[in-house]
């Protein structure tokens, strides 16, 4: 097959498949941003409470888009934590899906 036929087959395919998965994450967030504030109405602020005991702590942070942040959480108030790598950072505690230390290396004498 000619390549002009692959791409005027398979380039809207690809299309319609890559903007129903960017809609179907936008409104992942959506849900969770909406649960998110309907908690804080509430006064439940539960994440804080959570990450209150890594504070100090060398931690790696996973964020409910995907990505993830290192370092060391400073402080956490209301609804934001400070991280420090190399920079500053302030993180919304209703993006947070996971958080966990990183173990420091010992070693052997």
Partial sequence: ???????????????????????????????????????RKKGLTVM????????????????????????IVVSVEENWLTVENNGSQIINTDYISRISEIPVKVKKK
């Fill in 1 to 39: 097959m000619d390549i002009a036929v692959w791409i005027a087959i398979f380039m809207p395919l690809f299309f319609i498949l890559w903007t129903e998965h960017d809609k179907k994450k936008k409104a992942k967030l959506r849900r969770i941003v909406n649960t998110a504030k309907a908690k």
């Fill in 48 to 71: 804080n409470e959570a990450v209150k005991k890594f504070i100090n702590k060398n931690c790696t942070i996973w964020l409910s888009d995907g990505g993830a942040v290192d370092g």
